[in-house]
């Protein structure tokens, strides 16, 4: 039980079991010949163990360049494989950048091996207790918001640069003022010359707690403060001086050393922007699948995790989506804590999107973030809103989005408008 397990997705010309085992060793015990110090003793306490190989099927050409390959010449076909191995959390210790090295790292880089994919990894619950869990989650989120039983409805800010502090915080008012529940920045703006945090955060927050003393919700926002991890700290720190309850950062850029480290520091809500993990998904034979990604991310202790969305402008298949979805409402271990974080639903969504969406998830824990859905609405922002909400009541009464729009405007405009597209 003390051990880590990855799966992977194997291509090499050479026999299987022996680059199976060459990955093994090649991240934990031993290298391609044996080295000082390298005994029986020591492999058989910290040597990885090839637990199964599944020979899936095989190519006649290779699906990516190796160097060592074309030297080599070794005849083919191709093999593909299923290859699951364990790793021992001894050779690990807690230290989360140190597993990603040990799951991933150099494995790509193996000659032999001309395509690799981490598909998944398993994780003991003794093990997951030594880190983070969500400070807020999915629980928290809603307590905060106030919002119960239903998705929470929310947008991005729209454009993302170009706007001051004060057209910021002018669009936020509108926004509070038409219903939503959840805004975030873009993952481009940040801490802009144009837009700084140190202005923007108390300008947009001054309208926020207006809006908290006029109708008693409170909207959460979610503030960019992608940085280095000082800078992070600080900006985390002005959002909670201000009543601030989220803040935002970009995964990949920030790091998993970056995203404990903010999460050691700051109780607020951490909104988690996947933006380029396209570069270590798309290819199916090389970098990383999301169930993977996503338990090194949320044992940084995450509450929010960006999925994307079904039917809208990325590239994700809804299956790629849903499998997301459900994996971020899954604990991520057997027998651990209730860490399960709240999938973000965005890219191109709007009314019309909700119904697969919450099929996707099988719960209304989601959020659910329409840029052009809310503020491109013919209507406007507070017709947006209506109907994501009249869609989702609608759906809640086991009627169809078509069959009730008659006798739901703001439904009806967006059907009308976005349906065309």
């Not at 085992?21 to 492999?43: C, I, K, N, W």
């Not at 013919?378 to 169809?400: C, M, V």
Request: include cysteine.
């Amino acid at each position: 039980m003390d051990r880590i397990i990855a799966d992977y997705l194997l291509e090499t010309p050479y026999p299987l079991a022996e680059v199976a085992a060459m990955m093994a060793g090649e991240q934990s015990s031993g290298t391609f010949v044996r080295v000082a110090g390298e005994t029986d003793e020591l492999r058989a306490c910290a040597a990885a163990e090839v637990l199964s190989i599944e020979e899936l099927d095989s190519v006649q050409n290779p699906t990516l360049h190796s160097a060592y390959v074309t030297r080599k010449q070794p005849s083919g076909p191709f093999r593909r494989a299923r290859v699951r191995i364990a790793y021992p959390v001894a050779n690990i210790g807690r230290n989360l950048p140190t597993l990603a090295a040990t799951v991933s790292g150099n494995l790509y880089d193996i000659g032999e091996i001309t395509g690799l994919k981490l598909l998944s990894l398993e994780i003991p619950a003794a093990y997951r207790a030594r880190y983070h869990t969500p400070v807020q989650g999915i629980a928290g989120t809603r307590d905060s918001l106030g919002v119960q039983r239903t998705p929470i409805f929310g947008t991005i800010i729209k454009p993302n640069v170009g706007m001051r502090p004060e057209q910021i915080a002018a669009l936020v008012d509108q926004l509070c003022a038409a219903g939503v529940d959840f805004i975030k920045d873009d993952e481009i703006c940040a801490d802009p010359d144009i837009a700084p945090l140190e202005l923007r955060v108390p300008a947009v927050m001054a309208v926020i707690r207006k809006w908290q003393e006029k109708t008693g919700r409170k909207v959460m926002m979610a503030f960019n403060i992608t940085d280095e991890t000082d800078a992070m700290r600080r900006h985390a720190d002005l959002v909670a001086a201000e009543g601030g309850s989220c803040v935002m950062a970009s995964l990949n850029w920030c790091g998993l050393s970056g995203m404990e480290s903010l999460r050691a520091h700051t109780p607020l809500a951490i909104h988690a922007h996947r933006n380029g993990f396209g570069a270590m998904s798309r290819h199916p034979l090389l970098g990383m699948g999301f169930q993977a990604y996503h338990a090194l991310y949320r044992l940084a202790g995450i509450d929010h995790m960006h999925v994307h969305g079904i039917g809208g402008k990325f590239v994700d298949t809804a299956e790629e989506v849903t499998e997301a979805a459900r994996a971020c409402l899954a604990p991520l271990c057997e027998g651990g804590p209730d860490d399960r974080v709240m999938p973000a639903f965005s890219s191109g969504q709007w009314a019309g999107t909700l119904p697969q969406t919450l099929e996707a998830a099988q719960s209304p824990d989601l959020m659910f973030m329409c840029g052009g859905g809310i503020l491109a609405h013919p209507q406007g922002p507070a017709a947006g809103i209506a109907s994501l909400r009249e869609a989702y009541a609608l759906l809640q009464e086991g009627g169809t989005l078509a069959e009730g729009a008659s006798t739901r405007p703001a439904l009806a405009a967006a059907l009308d408008f976005f349906g065309k597209r």
